[in-house]
């Protein structure tokens, strides 16, 4: 017998068979599932709906892959807005942003600057008491490590978020993510501002971290006023962003350059 003829024998009558019949109402819901196709069509990737729903709710938080769009800047990107931020008279950092705002900026400013005020405020404190006292020995002071850590990091990550959600309680439209990044950014001033306050007269250290505190609350208070208006409420929060950027100023002079 012909091979061929085995493949042309009726099959629908055997036990457990399916016959190769898609009704028109199968068709139709495969061809909407699939794309317009015939018959069984394969299941694609996740949606990104899915994606998104995924990443609104709070597991989004704590995945790395959430946070890595904030990180996708280059050099020319980042050196454009750390000198913005030495020019606080625009108020426009936000409109630089755009819809980029980034994390690197924060992280990399804050750390450099907890290396810088650890190292210099010591040298600072070596040069004192070379000048006043030379018998005397000088050790590396640690603590201050631990001092500058807790206070720029502490201040960088906790301000912007007392901010955010005392503006989302007034009814005003916030982001955390630019609050981190105008914040990380205007404390770019003080990492030059710490290698002047190596200048042993104390006179000319408190008028160049006034000069830099101020410079820095300006940037602060007129990209926020930008940001979300001016009524009365959010002036006075306006008010409280400029002293708590003053007040960080002080404690870099008072503690790191006694």
């Not at 196709?37 to 995924?54: D, H, I, K, N, V």
């Not at 005392?166 to 290698?195: D, K, V």
Request: proline residues 4%; charged residues 10%.
């Amino acid at each position: 017998m012909d091979e061929s003829s085995y493949w042309n024998l009726p099959s629908s009558h055997l036990l457990g068979s399916v016959p190769a019949v898609v009704n028109e109402e199968s068709e139709a819901s495969y061809g909407r599932r699939g794309g317009g196709g015939r018959g069984y069509q394969t299941l694609g990737p996740p949606t990104e709906g899915f994606e998104q729903q995924s990443q609104n709710n709070w597991k989004g938080v704590f995945s790395i892959s959430s946070y890595t769009q904030y990180f996708d800047v280059d050099t020319d990107v980042v050196v454009n807005r750390l000198i913005s931020s030495f020019y606080p008279a625009g108020g426009d950092f936000f409109n630089k942003i755009g819809a980029n705002p980034d994390l690197y900026g924060l992280i990399w400013i804050t750390t450099t600057l907890v290396f810088m005020l650890a190292a210099f405020g010591n040298c600072a404190t070596y040069l004192i008491q070379k000048r006043t006292d030379r018998t005397t020995t000088w050790s590396f002071d640690v603590g201050y490590v631990n001092a500058a850590a807790c206070g720029i990091y502490g201040y960088s990550l906790v301000v912007p978020v007392a901010f955010y959600f005392l503006l989302r309680y007034l009814g005003s439209n916030a982001s955390l993510i630019r609050f981190w990044c105008m914040w990380g950014y205007s404390l770019s001033i003080f990492i030059p501002t710490a290698f002047l306050l190596l200048i042993p007269v104390e006179i000319l250290r408190w008028i160049i971290i006034l000069v830099a505190g101020t410079a820095s609350s300006c940037f602060v208070t007129l990209n926020l006023t930008s940001y979300i208006g001016g009524s009365n409420d959010l002036r006075m929060m306006m008010i409280a962003a400029f002293l708590l950027q003053m007040a960080l100023a002080i404690f870099i002079k008072v503690w790191f350059f006694p």
